[in-house]
């Protein structure tokens, strides 16, 4: 059995293994695209792309760009710096973003899963890119939401279960991040 996403959180694993299938995934196969359209989203964010289309639309032309915030410089943390990950990495230290990975083993001076909490509010970007498993479901919770560095981003391209969906209406309606 062969899928083309990355993560195989949507099969029964244990089914599979224990009628021997064999279940492959496309890991990597988006990996370019993903780490390009992560890149995009900052973007977007910083220079408020979505006002300047509004501005645009109304046909105002403004001396005063809407987005002042400028990723060189910025600090990103991103949990999961696996391919996908490690590409969004390498297009963010272009920008002049100084980039921080986390993996389970903390290879290649990455942080490990029980390091990075206490540091989350050192970053200006939070990058989830990790699978879904057990261990990352709703990892950011609202104890995460409250120590992120105000006005800083989280940007999810891995799993919607990743961040607690009520904890996440909550600090954005508090506009805490």
Not at 91 to 104: C, D, I, N, S
Not at 152 to 176: F, K, S
Request: charge should be negative; avoid cysteine; proline fraction near 4%.
């Amino acid at each position: 059995l062969f899928t083309v996403y990355a993560g195989i959180d949507a099969f029964d694993v244990a089914l599979l293994r224990e009628r021997g299938t064999i279940l492959t995934n496309g890991v990597g196969i988006a990996a370019i695209p993903v780490a390009e359209y992560t890149v995009l989203g900052m973007l977007a964010a910083a220079k408020r792309f979505d006002q300047v289309v509004r501005i645009a639309d109304q046909q105002q032309w403004t001396i005063a760009a809407p987005g002042t915030i400028e990723l060189f410089e910025s600090r990103a943390l991103i949990v999961g710096y696996g391919t996908i990950g490690r590409m969004i990495g390498e297009r963010l230290q272009a920008f002049g973003v100084e980039v921080t990975g986390v993996t389970r083993s903390g290879r290649d001076g990455t942080l490990t899963p029980d390091q990075w909490p206490a540091r989350i509010g050192e970053f200006d970007w939070l990058i989830l890119a990790a699978p879904s498993t057990a261990d990352t479901q709703a990892m950011i919770g609202a104890a995460e939401l409250a120590a992120m560095k105000p006005g800083a981003w989280l940007i999810n391209i891995a799993r919607g279960d990743m961040v607690d969906q009520p904890a996440l209406i909550a600090a954005l309606e508090a506009r805490r991040i």
